[in-house]
Nanobody, 115 residues
Framework: QVQLVESGGGLVQAGGSLRLSCAAS????????MGWYRQAPGKQRELVAS???????DYADSVKGRFIISRDNSKNALYLQMNSLKPEDTAVYYC?????????WGQGTQVTVSS
């Protein structure tokens, strides 16, 4: 039901920064629970960071202190600021939205961190 489009992925050197964006459809964006997931080849998809409609945030231990999730409800947008990137952060990153008992997914954007 919710359409999501990610952007901002690319190739970056270790120690660098990258900012991912996610544009969401719908008139109730403020009520969506939003999150960033990532999946590396041969690994399970994992939750990187999430934020609720009340702007509470949670982070995976592996990214805590380096990544920041934020949202702009006036623009129906979700962001992930990634700092101090490591080769282990290389993965396809997906935007996800939880609303009315359903989870929607974006198409994913590739992030590659070179050493």
């Amino acid at each position: 039901q919710v359409q999501l489009v990610e952007s901002g992925g690319g190739l970056v050197q270790a120690g660098g920064s990258l900012r991912l964006s996610c544009a969401a459809s719908g008139s109730a964006f403020r009520l969506y629970v939003m999150g960033w997931y990532r999946q590396a080849p041969g690994k399970q998809r994992e939750l990187v960071a999430s934020t609720s409609s009340r702007d509470s945030t949670d982070y995976a231990d592996s990214v805590k202190g380096r990544f920041i999730i934020s949202r702009d409800n006036s623009k129906n947008a979700l962001y992930l600021q990634m700092n101090s990137l490591k080769p282990e952060d290389t993965a396809v990153y997906y935007c996800a939205a939880g609303y009315r008992g359903q989870t929607s997914w974006g198409q994913g954007t590739q992030v590659t961190v070179s050493s």
